[in-house]
């Protein structure tokens, strides 16, 4: 009888600490506000906007009761959501409970998926800096689509990393992938991102003269490419054909053509926008500079590369891609390029333990000079992020500085080689200077989480209860700030947004008496329409106030408004 694997003993218990620190930072204080002192992009109110539908169906027994219905945006979101409600009862923390668990997963998905291409160590250094990081934890406590859209990605991303030994892994990254779509649109790429990497395994095996270590593995590419092309079929078939008019128009227009411009002077702009405008970069530098140089060691040597690791750096390459082409407008958009940098972060820094591999010292100028692109952008990162600390809210000067120092930084290298080459090769760590590294990015970002818990407010939650005290089950009441204060009461918000939702109508009902908006900062704070809506009715009479945290000083306020009598 041969003895017990510690090994084996270590990694559960390692993997079981990390997902209790996980579930610790995600459901303490469940009903406080987001971070509002030190913003993230989080629109608190959009959590009520997002679960309408699913709040519908357990309370009033119908999906759709109104124009505005984002179960056709994310389907998968909305059954989590009706899960949750019809078991728990609709509220804000049941709400929350669905990327509260989407978060965990995403962190065990994430320790099995490099699990599979490195060593225990790494799988536990990558599954601790996603389990602590501060952006994503404050994402995966918000009733929102990013955390169960990048659990779906983290999931399908370690299936696939699998599916180099086992083929029938191939079949879970796929289906996971449609599963990340189907929950949030923006989640295209990565579906472009599988296809792409299959197809070249593919083509690498065909080209193969008698197969080898390339055709055993080719299995899994195919099998993900297969069920990529028939899952996406049957999703044609049976959800977004048979309600292609709403499909289109939630998909197409409200988060599509509507928020894009795709002049050539709006990409140049977005493009220099992305590591400046704002501050997902600059919050977490040191696991941004670690990604980098771990995404610029897997490129020098991507033919070697194993299923995962390529797939983590399409996973980056073409989401930051899809941001400048689509939309860098709120910084949620970001939150899909976090796995990625904290697993590319946690390769270098722990497996690799080098800043370059040593086949970059022999490279010649000329190869350096194809690269140049690359390296120009990843400096336009770096130095973009860091300019942002000192020069915000100047962003036309930090985009100025930061290419120029790009620019001035890639120059000097490829002038300087081969012999900076050979000098870059050598730096590296042992592997407890990459843990003290580690440790740091952890710190930093347990200090962001201790100064919002310290500040802490739960004014949306308290107001939302207030609502309930004024107005009876079933009331009628306009506005995005209706939806964003319905999840701890009974009334029927209606939504209203510029050219959709229930905007058609919004002037001629008067079966509605009450719109609910912001009075602090400023009346209508959310947008134009409900300013529209206010002026077209002169004689509204406001009935009561409600503290709420949205802008960096906390002290906002909410204002119920009763419609002047016809």
Same mark, same amino acid.
């Given at each position: 009888m041969s003895p017990p694997d510690r090994s084996v003993g270590r990694w559960a218990t390692g993997l079981l600490a990390t997902l209790l620190v996980a579930l610790a930072l995600r459901a303490v204080f469940p009903v406080s506000d987001p971070p509002w002192l030190s913003t993230i992009g989080i629109t608190w109110h959009d959590e009520g906007v997002w679960t309408h539908n699913a709040r519908n169906k357990v309370l009033f027994g119908q999906w759709q009761l109104d124009q505005w219905n984002p179960m056709y945006v994310s389907p998968v979101f909305t059954g989590l959501e009706y899960l949750s409600f019809s078991t728990f009862g609709v509220g804000l923390w049941q709400a929350r409970l669905v990327s509260i668990v989407a978060g965990l997963a995403a962190t065990f998905a994430l320790a099995v998926g490099l699990r599979a291409i490195a060593t225990p160590g790494v799988a536990l250094t990558g599954a601790l800096l996603l389990a602590v990081n501060f952006t994503w934890v404050m994402y995966s406590r918000v009733a929102l689509l990013e955390a169960t859209m990048v659990a779906a990605l983290v999931a399908a991303w370690a299936c696939y990393a699998k599916a180099e030994r086992n083929w029938r892994w191939g079949v879970g990254a796929a289906l996971l992938g449609l599963l990340a779509f189907f929950t949030k &649109?923006? &989640?295209? *790429? *990565? %579906?472009? &991102? %599988?296809g792409l990497d299959a197809c070249w395994v593919g083509w690498r095996a065909w080209r193969s003269p008698n197969g080898g270590s390339? +055709?055993?593995s080719a299995g899994g590419a195919i099998a993900t490419f297969a069920l990529l092309g028939a899952g996406t079929l049957v999703a044609l078939a049976v959800f977004v054909v048979p309600h292609w008019a709403d499909y289109s128009f939630y998909n197409l227009f409200v988060y599509g053509s509507r928020r894009s411009s795709m002049s050539v002077g709006a990409l140049l702009d977005r493009a220099s926008w992305f590591p400046v405008v704002h501050g997902f970069f600059a919050r977490q530098w040191l696991l941004s500079v670690a990604s980098l140089c771990g995404l610029a060691s897997i490129l020098v040597g991507y033919r070697r590369a194993t299923f995962g690791e390529r797939l983590l750096v399409l996973w980056f390459l073409l989401g930051a891609f899809e941001l400048v082409l689509h939309d860098l407008g709120n910084e949620r958009r970001y939150v899909f390029l976090i796995p990625p940098m904290v697993c590319l972060a946690a390769l270098l820094l722990v497996r690799d333990r080098r800043v370059l591999p040593e086949t970059v010292g022999t490279w010649?100028?000329? /190869?350096?000079g194809r690269m140049v692109p690359l390296l120009l952008a990843g400096l336009y990162v770096v130095f973009g992020s860091l300019a942002r600390q000192f020069l915000m809210p100047d962003i036309r000067m930090s985009v100025r500085i930061a290419g120029l120092a790009a620019v001035v930084t890639a120059a000097v290298m490829t002038v300087m080689w081969p012999r900076l080459g050979q000098t870059l090769v050598r730096v590296g760590w042992s592997w407890r200077r990459g843990v003290?590294? =580690?440790a740091v990015i952890v710190a930093?970002?347990? $200090?962001? *989480? !201790?100064?919002w818990a310290f500040y802490r407010t739960s004014k949306n939650y308290e107001a939302s209860i207030s609502v309930g005290r004024l107005l009876p089950p079933g009331t009628? =009441?306009?506005?995005?700030? $209706?939806?964003? %204060?319905?999840?701890?009461? /009974?009334i029927r918000p209606l939504f209203i947004g510029p050219g959709f939702g229930n905007y058609a109508d919004r002037l001629a009902r008067p079966d509605v008496a009450w719109i609910l908006t912001y009075s602090q900062p400023r009346l209508g704070y959310e947008g134009v329409v409900v300013r529209e809506l206010l002026d077209a009715m002169p004689g509204w009479t406001s009935v009561a106030? *409600?503290? =709420? &945290?949205? +802008?960096?000083? !906390?002290?906002d306020r909410a204002i119920l408004i009763r419609k002047p009598l016809p």
């Open positions: &649109a923006s &989640a295209g *790429f *990565f %579906l472009i &991102a %599988l390339v +055709t055993s010649s100028r000329a /190869q350096v003290a590294v =580690v930093v970002d347990l $200090a962001l *989480f !201790g100064q009628l =009441v306009q506005g995005k700030l $209706a939806n964003g %204060l319905a999840l701890d009461n /009974q106030e *409600f503290p =709420v &945290a949205e +802008t960096r000083s !906390g002290d």
